[in-house]
């Protein structure tokens, strides 16, 4: 990011800190000020999509999608009702790209005391936003992965002569059916060799 800090209401003790200036020159961190009206007095480092001059005067539903500046707005309204700092995470809309943020909010005070406007210090976390996102989704997929995956546990009731078993219904149903509703097992018949050489002994009975 540019170091560009414009003059109209800036703190002087900051903006003439060579180590400051040093810092935040190549950072990722906006630093600004905004009136009670939540107009920009003061800003350093601002996002490539903005120029200063461009920011300096105007409010955030002036820069912002509608959307986004409301909930800024809120939240820095919220820090001058309460006299209250706050940190949130927010999202804003700049050349067609979301951007996350950290965004950390404090009364700007008078030297009575009384509330100015916001001081705010704005850091860019959008690729550890993005990692997020894409564990949750991998953790998503992960879930609906093992939802499918049907699982047979516990005491089976089962008729000891036609081996139907009882379902949690009370119904007695068919092996098969059971075991294809309950797990995602198919079946295929065919003819183990003991069963095999049965029938051929009853088919020779039934010929004798």
Request: charged letters at 30%; glycine letters at 4%.
């Amino acid at each position: 990011m540019k170091d560009e800090t414009v003059e109209s209401g800036k703190p002087e003790n900051l903006a003439d800190d060579h180590l400051f200036r040093v810092a935040l020159r190549n950072s990722s961190t906006v630093l600004f000020n905004q009136d009670r009206d939540l107009k920009y007095t003061w800003i350093f480092n601002p996002h490539p999509g903005f120029s200063p001059e461009a920011v300096l005067g105007k409010m955030d539903s002036e820069l912002l999608a509608e959307e986004e500046a409301s909930r800024l707005t809120e939240i820095k309204n919220k820090v001058m009702e309460t006299g209250t700092s706050s940190t949130n995470e927010v999202m804003t809309t700049i050349n067609d790209l979301p951007s996350y943020y950290d965004l950390y909010v404090e009364p700007l005070r008078n030297a009575d005391g009384t509330i100015a406007g916001v001081t705010c210090v704005s850091t860019e976390v959008t690729k550890r936003k993005q990692t997020e996102m894409e564990r949750e989704r991998i953790v998503s997929e992960l879930h609906e992965a093992l939802s499918l995956v049907k699982t047979l546990r516990g005491l089976l009731s089962i008729c000891a002569s036609c081996k139907k078993i009882k379902d949690e219904k009370g119904h007695w149903v068919q092996l098969e059916r059971y075991v294809t509703d309950h797990s995602e097992a198919n079946f295929t018949h065919g003819c183990c060799p003991e069963c095999y050489k049965e029938a051929i002994r009853d088919l020779k009975r039934e010929n004798e």
